[in-house]
């Protein structure tokens, strides 16, 4: 006999241990807009809810040329687009 839970001796399986909640199985495309949107969220998070620390931030790096002036200009869009994003339910 299998020590196994989910199987009976004659190795049909078991009724779901909870009927009429079966679990779905996530379809691929499902898997893959939570990997995608996963950081998103995760950035909306730590993020400051003002832009002023971000724009300072990306001048300041732009100004002593560590960066150069489209790039922190990305920076400020980006945040700006990651603070408005809101995925559809």
């Known amino acids: 006999m299998s020590d196994l839970p989910n199987e009976t001796s004659s190795?049909?399986?078991l009724p779901h241990p909870h009927p009429g909640t079966a679990t779905r199985r996530r379809?691929?495309?499902e898997q893959l807009?939570?990997?995608?949107?996963?950081p998103l969220a995760v950035a909306?998070?730590?993020l400051p809810d003002?832009?002023?620390p971000v724009a300072l931030g990306a001048?300041?790096?732009a100004l002593v040329g560590l960066i150069e002036w489209?790039?922190?200009?990305?920076?400020?869009l980006g945040y700006v687009a990651v603070r408005?994003?809101?995925?559809?339910?």
Do not use: E, K, M
């Open 44 to 46: 909306q998070r730590v």
């Open 59 to 61: 001048g300041a790096l």
């Open 27 to 29: 379809s691929t495309t």
């Open 11 to 13: 190795g049909q399986d």
């Open 50 to 52: 003002s832009p002023v």
């Open 70 to 76: 489209p790039v922190a200009a990305a920076i400020g």
């Open 33 to 38: 807009a939570d990997a995608l949107t996963t």
């Open 84 to 89: 408005r994003w809101h995925p559809a339910r």
